[in-house]
């Protein structure tokens, strides 16, 4: 049986110095280049379990430029999410879930986490994915549940993780967050396209840009 699929419980920090260090985006990503951008690691709980790999797995989605200073969430072995690094700059990283069978990490503008940690809670209540999608958004009409008042970004790398080799192989796609945007209010087909943008959930709180890079890109 898989473990519960955790819930965000605030910002359980384990402290990191800020990392250093750069690497690409898509193929063969090497953990030793990642954990050359974690910095220093240390966490007074033993309740999380190989650090070091889920900080490198969270940075597998990073842009270059921002990297380093980024806010990195892990998981504990109780499912649930942990901060493992402090951040210095606006983007947020999530390692990729254990309890998933499929590998992929995400990092986002930090105007998200309220939207995001939302989903992982009710998630964690056992929601379906339609009800956490329309639950959130009930509450974001509402103004119980914080959105970005503009357009904020998500990357996600989707793909594998070889623990023995310490390599992430897949891709990266953009999510860019336009609250209740419209085809007629951006220009964009609600058409998915492979290598271009469209618009997904037109009209409600959670319409976003999709941007899918061309396979083998």
């Known amino acids: 049986m898989k473990p519960p699929t955790p819930m965000f419980r605030g910002a359980n920090s384990c402290g990191s110095r800020p990392a250093t260090g750069s690497r690409g985006l898509f193929h063969g990503v090497s953990a030793l280049t990642l954990l050359a ?28 430029d921002k990297a380093e200073g980024a806010r990195i969430l892990g998981y504990a072995t109780d499912g649930s999410v942990v901060e493992l690094r402090a951040g210095t700059n606006d983007l947020v990283c999530l390692s990729s ?16 986490e ?8 009710l998630d964690a209540e056992g929601a379906s994915r339609e009800d956490r999608y329309g639950i959130r958004f009930e509450e974001m009409r509402a103004g119980t549940l914080r959105m970005p008042v503009m357009s904020a970004t998500q990357y996600i790398f989707d793909g594998s993780w070889d623990s023995e080799t310490g390599t992430a192989e897949g891709r990266v796609r953009w999510v860019i ?13 609600l058409q998915p396209q492979e290598g271009g943008p469209w618009l997904m959930m037109k009209g409600t709180p959670g319409a976003h840009i999709m941007i899918m890079p061309p396979r083998g890109g």
């Open 177 to 189: 967050y336009v609250p209740d945007a419209t085809p007629q209010s951006t220009g964009l087909s």
């Open 97 to 112: 879930n254990p309890a998933r069978e499929n590998f992929s990490s995400s990092c986002y503008h930090e105007s998200l």
């Open 37 to 64: 951008l974690s910095g220093t690691w240390s966490c007074a709980s033993s309740q999380v379990a190989n650090p070091e790999e889920q900080i490198a797995q969270a940075l597998a989605a990073a842009p270059e």
């Open 114 to 121: 309220p939207y995001f940690a939302r989903g992982r809670e």
